[in-house]
């Protein structure tokens, strides 16, 4: 078992995260069902909805490598953080990781915040500044993406920090790996992605 060397200073109050204000949202049986194509077009759905890697698809999308800013790594112990119910099923003490995507060249294209069990973090993020798929991908670590909460709403936050005016698609997920959870994630996608989707809606 891998120990997580936890610096004095990350017993400080842990910097706020993201969450989307949702004027929307939609559990399990709506992600199953698929959204109207007048709510979310079909290729915003095939990224949304579906359990393939989103930097994998980032990476496909702007033809340049998918890159993290990590900005926060909190300990916060048995706290829920706020963070969707699913947080009781990721064992504890926890661990908060937030991140923004990236393309190369700057661009911000979403936002993730992950949630790991402290003590194992290290054996999975071996490398913090690289993608989480892109880590788990290099020591062949088996996943399962269960996408369980989609959200469609607003943050200042976010609209700060992609020059972009809201409301935004977002979701939350679990990575499962042995049959066991593995990691909690939350991710918000920027409108920016409008260029290689188009509209996030289909006129009726």
Known sequence: ?????????????????????????????????GLPHSQLAPAWQLLILGDGSPTRH?????????????????????DLDGAPELIEVVPGPRLRRQVWLRNASGQRLGYASSWW????????????????????????????RDVQGIYYGYSQALESAFGEAGPFWGRHYLFWHDGQPLTLIYEVFSPYLTKYLGSTKLES
Request: no cysteine; aromatic share 8%; net charge negative.
């Open 117 to 144: 069990e402290a003590s194992h973090v290290d054996e999975y993020l071996q490398n913090r500044s690289l993608p989480i798929w892109a880590s788990l991908a290099r020591i062949r670590t088996e996943l399962y």
């Open 58 to 78: 980032l990476q496909l999308l702007t033809r340049e490598p998918t890159e993290v800013d990590v900005i926060d790594m909190s300990l916060i112990g048995m």
């Open 1 to 33: 078992m891998t120990v997580t060397f936890i610096p004095k200073d990350s017993f400080k109050k842990p910097l706020e995260w993201h969450r989307l204000t949702p004027i929307w949202h939609g559990g399990e049986e709506v992600i199953q069902q």
